[in-house]
């Protein structure tokens, strides 16, 4: 393999993309919880891959649609257990999401300089949540198309663009054939794309400037303020002290990511395994009794909506999602 690395290395310059990338020195006492985001990268290839192979059989049509998730289940080797895989990875996209910005808050990691990072991370979340959304109702059952139904009239109580958001989203007045091919050009092409182009930015970004250090690393001596003009020449020299005592990021950290994000993958396997994924009866646009029940992760904010008044839903469905977005984003 020499002359062939060799090759390589004159023409892409190998080693020193392997020295920027792997021989890094990251700050010292990193914790597990520094794996978050690198689990999040793991289940997302894990998305990718097991969603490929159940495209293959997929019909986006309503009259297709649910006969071939049924045959994917019944009669294609694993594809039951494949499917479970990206039911239940779904899921952990969000848990996982929601975790490591938990962890970037709580170790002020989204402070100077890394505000844009936050900023391309609460992008992620929501692409996330709108992955989970448009994907809903792709297998045409019962529980796929009342929840979708009542998520479209949710978006209809937005003032003023309300009737145009569920136009744009059903593709008219109804849910039918155009809603499930628009949710499936969303899920597979459009949002994909975002989501690598989102996630290349913060990959990028996070290469440049590091992984942040602990807080106590960046508060002895330091400005009141991260905002104070004195605080970027302090952080450059806090920082540079954090990676003298600190560990390689290989094989050290890129060990504890393997475990972890290897533990995941195992966990969905077996839920996949055990559990599976469910699939209600086909969709039926004339059974007005059923109940539907979102997802657990947009399950409080349906609830929620079920406590109001009606002369409240528009305020509620409206402006808790953008005080949300406006916190997030403003938070650095």
């Known amino acids: 393999m020499n002359p062939i690395f060799r090759w390589l290395d004159e023409r892409v310059d190998l080693l020193d993309i392997k020295e920027k990338l792997l021989d890094r020195k990251m700050p010292g006492n990193l914790t597990w919880a520094h794996t ?71 170790m002020g990691a989204y402070k100077y300089p890394r505000e844009i990072n936050w900023i391309l991370g609460v992008v992620l979340l929501f692409l996330v949540l709108g992955f989970s959304f448009t994907g809903y109702l792709l297998p045409w059952d019962q529980k796929a198309y009342w929840a979708t139904q009542v998520g479209t009239n949710i978006a209809g109580t937005t003032p003023v663009i309300g009737a145009f958001l569920v136009k744009l989203l059903r593709g008219g007045s109804q849910l039918g054939a155009a809603t499930l091919s628009r949710f499936y050009a969303l899920h597979v092409l459009l949002m994909p794309l975002l989501l690598v182009v989102v996630v290349f930015l913060h990959l990028a970004i996070v290469v440049r400037q590091g992984i942040a250090a602990r807080t106590g690393a960046l508060e002895g001596g330091a400005p009141p303020r991260t905002s104070d003009p004195e605080y970027p020449a302090y952080y450059k020299q806090a920082y540079a002290r954090s990676k003298g005592a600190g560990t390689r990021f290989y094989p050290d950290l890129t060990t504890k990511d393997i475990v972890v994000a290897t533990t995941v993958i195992l966990v969905l396997v077996l839920l996949a395994r055990f559990v599976g994924a469910g699939l209600e009866p086909p969709a039926d646009p004339t059974d007005t009794s059923y109940v539907p029940r979102p997802e657990w992760y947009f399950l409080p904010f349906f609830e929620l909506l079920k406590l109001v008044p009606g002369s409240l839903e528009s305020l509620v469905a409206v402006g808790i999602p953008a005080a949300l977005v406006l916190v997030l984003f403003a938070l650095p």
Do not use: C, K, N
């Open 36 to 106: 978050l985001g690198s689990a999040t990268l793991a289940v997302f290839g894990v998305q990718v891959v097991t969603g490929v192979v159940l495209a293959m059989y997929y019909a986006p049509s309503p009259d297709h649609a649910y006969e071939s998730i049924r045959y994917l289940q019944q009669h294609v080797v694993s594809g039951a257990l494949l499917r479970g895989i990206h039911h239940w990875a779904a899921s952990a996209m969000v848990v996982l999401v929601l975790a490591h910005m938990i962890r970037v808050f709580s």
